[in-house]
């Protein structure tokens, strides 16, 4: 059963190739169906859009936890710290089994958010990421079997360069465009491969200040199908935010909370999967001004 679960696994990530173009990162990306392109800023913005970190002021640090597929051998951490306009984050996805870990990626990141024009009525956003990748095969399993005395099955990085865009008029109204990889980066010797590029466009509408509609139009370079993505959240009251999303190409479904207590958020969220298990998805998150 395990082994057809990874197989399963990675033909699943077979569309976009490898762990650098997971969008779910976080629990508000994971129960808004990665809806989070376009929308005002937050500690969201460490791991998505760069452009919305400009409009960021005091410090933000967020923590995540999920187990992709709801799989105990697919453990995937994400960390995060903003100051003002500038953040660095790292994440980590490993198929770790029996406490072997036998692959690994991860990504080291760095973020700036700009605000490039400013009035009474519209905001003009961007910002720059740039990603350092890292991959481990892990070892070979060697005569023992166990892979004590293994030998390395190599390993590999790579960089990356994301820039992103935000309009914002009234604090309503929200377009925004994400681009990831735009430097085409190769990781690995030899031949090795390309990392995806993938552009996204969002829209918003706050009708009101609880509640924030989002649509996201996701398309992965060298692929012809698209994703198309809605969610939507709503604060109930002072310290409690529902949320729920849905998605296309593969058609999911997701949803979760955010509650704030003693300057403390606690998110948890869930997405679901036409095939694998549901994921689920658990962050806190600290904001000092």
């Known amino acids: 059963m395990r082994n057809l679960f990874l197989s399963l696994f990675f033909v699943s990530f077979s569309f976009t190739q ?23 800023g937050g500690s969201w913005s460490i791991f998505h859009n760069p452009a919305q970190l400009s409009e960021l002021s005091g410090i933000y ?14 453990p995937y951490s994400n960390l995060g710290l903003s100051y003002n306009n500038y953040s660095i984050s790292f994440e980590k996805l490993s198929t770790d089994i029996n406490g072997i870990e036998l692959s690994s990626e991860a990504v080291m990141s760095l973020s700036k958010g700009f605000t490039i ?7 003009l956003q961007s910002g720059v990421r740039f990603n350092l990748y890292q991959y481990d095969l892990g070892q070979s399993s060697g005569m023992e079997g166990d892979g004590s005395s ?29 681009l990831q990889n735009i430097n085409s980066p190769i990781i690995g010797q030899g031949l090795g491969n390309a990392l995806p590029k993938s552009i996204s466009i969002g829209l918003s509408y706050r009708p009101y200040d609880d509640l924030l509609t989002s649509l ?19 604060m109930i009251m002072d310290n409690l935010i529902l949320r729920a999303g849905i998605q296309t190409n593969p058609n999911r479904f997701s949803a979760g909370f955010s509650y704030n207590v003693f300057k403390t958020d606690i998110a948890y969220s869930f997405i679901t999967h036409h095939i694998m298990p549901t994921t689920h998805q658990l962050s806190i998150g600290f904001r000092f001004k």
């Open 117 to 123: 024009y400013k009035d009474k009525q519209s905001i």
């Open 18 to 40: 490898v762990f650098s173009s997971y969008d779910y990162i976080g629990s508000r990306a994971t129960a808004m169906s990665g809806a989070v392109t376009s929308g005002p």
């Open 216 to 234: 996201d139009f996701n398309q992965l370079s060298g692929h012809m199908d698209s994703e198309i993505r809605f969610g939507m959240e709503y």
């Open 61 to 74: 640090f967020i923590n995540g936890y999920s187990q992709i597929y709801n799989l105990d051998f697919l």
């Open 150 to 178: 293994g030998s390395s099955l190599g390993s590999g990085s790579a960089i990356g360069l994301d820039i992103g865009f935000q309009g914002n008029l009234h604090e309503k109204y929200y377009i925004a465009y994400y």
